[in-house]
């Protein structure tokens, strides 16, 4: 782990028929140095909502991701609190 990183991962599969798939991760995605594209995101996000017992309504769950998408344009950060109240 000190050398490869605390998300680093080997698998080997070894199916019936004899054959063999294997590969390695160093770093997890969505960790430093293996960052999540914007569309990964978004894909977490609504996996998430799609979870949740009690997901946000649509259309509050959009506003949320537009405005995360933009937080450093977000004036005041309460109006996120605000989306999130169900």
């Known amino acids: 782990m000190d ?18 798939h294997q590969g390695s991760v160093d770093i997890a ?12 995101h978004k894909g977490r996000f609504w996996d998430c909502m799609d979870y949740a017992p009690r997901p946000l309504p649509r259309d509050r769950a959009e506003e949320l ?18 989306l999130l109240l169900i």
């Open 65 to 82: 991701l537009s405005l995360t998408a933009g937080l450093e344009e977000v004036e005041d950060v309460r109006s996120l609190v605000n």
């Open 29 to 40: 995605i969505g960790f430093p140095g293996n960052p999540l594209t914007q569309e990964e």
């Open 3 to 20: 050398r490869r990183g605390h998300t680093a991962l080997d698998m080997k599969v070894s199916m019936k028929g004899g054959g063999v």
